[in-house]
């Protein structure tokens, strides 16, 4: 067992010394980041930015940058961008790497959630609250704060709306639900019909805490899972319970597709792709599937639409409230020597970003986005314009959770589909795993 052990430390000292060796590789391929000190004279500002869109397999997020980056620039005499490109699973190791001994660039790429922890509470990242602009879609930056102030500033963003087969439904008479009720009225048409309603890969438990956070959101209000998570409330509130039993009562009126909790999201989406079931729920990074991906025919393309979750009668829900959340996201070093400067390159890409990426990438934006002058499919129009409007975003429930608590959802969520636990024990569990923190 020790000799075991020796081997692995070994192995692990071999490979952080590639990383620092890839690094170094990276650096002299793509420009890579000079030490500011080193590179500095006189009135002479150098910000080392590290990214994790090479131009080999993110060529139009390399271009953007790179077009944001010349931009700043030439708006700001005597500062310097140096930049350090590197894939995404190298950038998070190589982040790891600098973060042990508090290295980090003086900008660079970070996550929500659980991500930020350690970096945060080493003191790493500088706090940004500052700069926060009004333009972030309500709920995005929540994301990135920890006790109340914001140690990130989020690029993208992803909503999750319920696409549906325009064809089908009209085949069988069926109108696009705005209540729960009216779901459940199309759910049954559907399973008359001998149609699938809605496909779900609940192998992959996150896709089923969707449906579960929707109800919760709609029963409760948009902040009882947030609430509940943070133990403002308990998990065994009244509506979160309610939320519970809605999803049996789904099941039972067999509203998802046989075998749901074996099937994998991938498989579940093919069900959808084959036009085998009406309805699918799943994050705007698919809308590339419905409006661009030329794999898929171009009838099936123009027969897919979307629709908000629906709103359930007497509760405190609100139909623009959404459950989602932003993807990457900007940093600034705590330790920067040129942290003002570096404050406000991110302020600057943010807003660019914004206005670029859309267009550019296809990437739905954290910040609200003017649509009038976009050439874009009418999905992504319609999606961004509703974005707008949003009251709320809430991240998702796993995300928001740590490691421990966040697989006991997720195994509640396939025991509560599985009908396996009652919605007052699926409630318990929870409570007492969040309280166990």
Not at 302 to 320: H, L, R, W
Not at 367 to 389: C, F, G, H, R, S
Request: aromatic residues 10%; charged residues 20%.
């Amino acid at each position: 067992m020790l000799k075991k052990k020796f081997l692995m430390l070994v192995a692990l000292l071999f490979t952080v010394l590639a990383l620092v060796a890839c690094g170094g590789d990276d650096e002299a391929s793509d420009g890579g980041a000079t030490d500011s000190n080193d590179a500095s004279s006189g009135d002479e500002v150098v910000i080392d930015f590290m990214h994790l869109w090479p131009e080999g397999s993110s060529k139009q997020h390399n271009m953007i940058v790179q077009t944001i980056v010349d931009e700043f620039e030439a708006e700001n005499a005597g500062v310097t961008v140096e930049m350090e490109i590197l894939g995404n699973e190298q950038y998070k190791e190589k982040l790891s790497v600098l973060g042990s001994s508090n290295d980090l660039p003086d900008v660079g790429m970070t996550w929500g959630g659980g991500f930020l922890d350690p970096y945060v509470s080493g003191n790493m990242f500088a706090d940004l609250t500052d700069i926060i602009s009004d333009s972030f879609v309500p709920g995005t930056t929540e994301a990135y704060a920890v006790d109340g102030a914001t140690y990130g500033l989020p690029l993208e963003l992803n909503i999750t709306p319920v696409y549906y087969n325009k064809a089908i439904f009209e085949e069988h008479g069926v109108d696009v639900p705005t209540t729960l009720e009216e779901m459940k009225t199309a759910i049954s048409t559907l399973s008359d019909a001998g149609v699938t309603p809605i496909t779900l890969g609940n192998r992959d438990a996150w896709t089923g805490s969707m449906w579960y956070m929707y109800l919760a959101d709609r029963i409760g209000g948009p902040t009882v899972i947030t609430d509940a998570i943070n133990g403002d409330i308990s998990f065994t509130d009244e509506a979160l319970v309610q939320a519970a039993e809605e999803i049996q009562n789904l099941v039972d009126m067999d509203a998802f597709i046989n075998g749901t909790n074996g099937l994998g999201n991938d498989e579940a989406k093919g069900y959808f792709i084959n036009e085998q079931a009406a309805m699918y729920l799943m994050a705007t990074w698919d809308l590339p599937e419905w409006t661009t991906n030329e794999d898929n025919p171009q009838a099936f393309r123009d027969s897919i639409g979307y629709f908000k979750f629906p709103t359930v009668e007497g509760g405190a829900g609100d139909i623009n409230s959404y459950v989602g959340g932003p993807g990457v996201g900007l940093f600034v070093a705590e330790n920067s020597d040129v942290k003002d400067e570096a404050k406000a390159f991110v302020e600057y890409f943010v807003e660019r970003w914004g206005e670029m990426s859309v267009q550019n990438a296809g990437v739905i934006p954290a910040t609200a986005v003017d649509t009038a002058e976009l050439d874009l499919p009418q999905m992504y129009i319609d999606i961004l314009n509703d974005l707008n409007e949003a009251s709320n975003l809430t991240l998702y429930a796993d995300v928001q959770m740590s490691a421990a608590a966040a697989d006991v959802h997720l195994n509640m969520i396939q025991a509560l589909f599985m009908g396996e636990v009652t919605p007052e024990e699926f409630a318990e569990n929870h409570e007492e795993a969040l309280r166990a923190e």
